[in-house]
């Protein structure tokens, strides 16, 4: 192999390399961003579910 050959094949290497850094990259943050997305839903579900025991209470009064 010549230098010239050498030389592609180790550009391809670290293009190839800094693609695949980005991707690792974006699914850190993509999981970063579901996680919070999935803590902000559990704290709705557990909001959701006080407000229906209290309506429950309220129901139970009001009989």
């Given at each position: 192999?010549?230098?010239?050959?050498?030389?592609?094949?180790?550009?391809?290497?670290?293009?190839?390399?800094?693609k695949a850094e980005?991707?690792?990259?974006?699914?850190?943050?993509?999981?970063?961003?579901?996680?919070?997305?999935?803590?902000?839903?559990?704290?709705?579900?557990?909001?959701?579910?006080?407000e229906v025991c209290?309506?429950?209470?309220?129901?139970?009064?009001?009989?």
């Amino acid at each position: 192999m010549d230098i010239d050959t050498l030389r592609s094949e180790l550009d391809t290497e670290k293009e190839l390399r800094a693609k695949a850094e980005a991707e690792v990259l974006r699914l850190e943050a993509d999981i970063v961003f579901t996680r919070k997305d999935g803590e902000a839903n559990v704290k709705e579900i557990e909001k959701l579910k006080r407000e229906v025991c209290s309506e429950k209470e309220t129901v139970s009064a009001l009989q």
